[in-house]
């Protein structure tokens, strides 16, 4: 262990003597518990802009009842509409504009619908919250509307209504909040690949391409000890970057106003322990796969290259999250990268992995790690390898 260490200790002095590996390691970090935290920010802010709006309307002399019941709504003012609301929502200086034809007040007098116009753009992202409340808010008023109608003819409104349908959810809240939080097992995953990958890349096709693997390998010490010290070495660092993304969205997550999204979400010591115990074993791996792949290069470019192409591998379960639920899956837990989206998953939302689940995915990835450290050890030993450059 002591030559061991002795490498690791090399290459983790050389691979942060480059300022280009603290700044991966610093931006893979960083980059997903900001980008938690500015879609959550950004969801707060349009929910909370959804609760107080201001209404412009066209034509609210032909509908003084509407406008009447819109006033007494909270959080609801109603303002005057643009001559041109197309134009108006088109160059975004409205968000949106209720339009009263004129035969409103004739058509609602006869008890007949009474037609109205909502301009708004599908794919303003920002304005979409506030137009769903405007048409929560005028679905309310025709419901109430057409139940008056029904009751001034001897009519219960109750009739009107074949089903009464009552949702009971039993999801607790933190299982719903797991739900949301679906994306920050990939965050994590990402920053284990990422951080690691500098050191990795270097320590095997950097050296290669400098010529100073030749004379390291004619130090008197085996080929697998070699090795598993630069493993070693790139296992840290990509250990800490986890930890660091880790921390970071939890500090992230403990300073947005999540209960205005109706989340409830607690992360204690004991979750915190699983989280790391879940994604630890994707530490070992990682820079396992990432050394083997980049024997094979012959420059530290053409290795970063074919690293790129490998991140594609932890995005892949986060995307297939969205549409197929990986939680309540046992299979799934031995399975590298899935494993880990499934165990985070379940932690996140009050589940703690079975021992069997942890214990699982833990040996899986050793195996894969000394497979692929014994494989990076004969490529070591093989002259197109060293000297192929």
């Known amino acids: 262990m002591n030559k061991i260490w002795i490498v690791a200790v090399k290459e983790w002095t050389d691979g942060f003597r480059d300022r280009r590996s603290l700044y991966t390691l610093l931006i893979s970090a960083l980059f997903g518990p900001l980008m938690i935290g500015f879609m959550f920010s950004q969801i707060a802010s349009q929910q909370k802009g959804a609760q107080e709006i201001k209404i412009p309307v066209v034509g609210r002399q032909h509908a003084p009842v509407l406008v009447n019941w819109l006033t007494q709504q909270s959080g609801v003012e109603v303002i005057d509409g643009p001559a041109d609301p197309e134009a108006a929502v088109r160059d975004r200086k409205s968000d949106f504009v209720l339009v009263i034809e004129k035969e409103f007040a004739e058509k609602f007098r006869d008890s007949r619908p009474a037609p109205v116009q909502v301009v708004s753009d599908v794919t303003s992202q920002s304005t979409r919250s506030k137009v769903s409340r405007l048409n929560h808010l005028l679905n309310g008023f025709s419901s109430e509307m057409g139940g008056m109608r029904l009751m001034a003819r001897g009519v219960s409104p109750v009739i009107v209504s074949a089903l009464k349908v009552e949702q009971i959810d039993i999801a607790t809240s933190q299982q719903r909040a797991a739900m949301i939080f679906n994306f920050i097992p990939m965050f994590l995953v990402i920053s284990l690949f990422t951080a690691g990958m500098p050191i990795a890349s270097d320590s095997t096709a950097g050296e290669r391409e400098r010529g100073s693997l030749e004379p390291l390998l ?11 010290g630069k493993w070693m070495a790139a296992m840290g660092a990509a250990l800490l970057g986890m930890l660091l993304t880790l921390t970071v969205t939890l500090v992230m997550l403990s300073r947005l106003a999540l209960e205005e999204l109706g989340i409830r979400n607690h992360v204690g010591t004991g979750q915190l322990i699983l989280l790391l115990a879940a994604t630890a074993p994707m530490a070992l791996l990682a820079p396992a796969v990432q050394m083997f792949v980049s024997c094979f290069a012959k420059s530290f470019k053409e290795a970063q290259s074919y690293l790129g192409l490998l991140m594609i591998a932890p995005t892949i379960p986060g995307i297939a999250a969205v549409f197929y639920p990986l939680t309540n899956r046992p299979w799934l837990h031995p399975i590298p990268v899935l494993g ?16 069997i689940a942890m214990i699982g995915a833990t040996l899986t990835a050793v195996i894969l790690t000394a497979l692929l450290l014994n494989l990076a050890t004969r490529l070591f030993t093989s002259e197109k390898i060293i000297f192929g450059r």
Do not use: S
Request: glycine share 8%; proline share 15%; no cysteine.
């Open 218 to 228: 004619l130090n008197p010490i085996p080929r697998w000890q070699l090795v598993t």
């Open 340 to 355: 880990q989206y499934a165990m985070v998953t379940e932690i996140l939302g009050g589940k703690a992995p079975a021992p």
